[in-house]
C-alpha cells in the first residue's frame, strides 16, 4: 500500500505528525495513543496511522484536537510541520 504522504519535502514543509500526537499526549495528561483514541473519540488504528504518515490528519479530527486541548488550529498545523499560511482543499472531493 502506497503512503498517501508522499509528497515531495522541502526544507519550508516537513509533515511529521508524531510532535502534534506527543504533544497532545503531555496536553491532555494522558499516558499513550490509546488514551489519547479515547479522548478524541476515533478508532486506535486512526491515531496508529496517522503516527505511521499512513493517514493525514483530517479537518474535522484537526477540529475535534483543538476542542479538546484548546490549542489553537494555527498552533496544531505548526505542531505537524505545517507553516503554510493558507490551507486550500483539493479540487477533487
Known sequence: MAN???IPHS???QYDPNNLLDTLIKTLGIKN?????RA??????????????ILPVGPSLLIRMH?????????IRNLMGDRREKFRMPDQM
Not at 495513543?33 to 483514541?37: I, N, R, V
Open 40 to 53: 478524541l473519540e476515533v478508532a486506535p488504528p486512526v491515531i496508529s496511522k496517522i503516527r505511521h504518515k
Open 11 to 13: 526544507e519550508e514543509f
Open 4 to 6: 498517501i504522504l508522499d
Open 33 to 37: 495513543d490509546a488514551a489519547l483514541s
Open 67 to 75: 476542542e479538546e486541548s484548546g490549542l489553537s488550529i494555527r498552533e
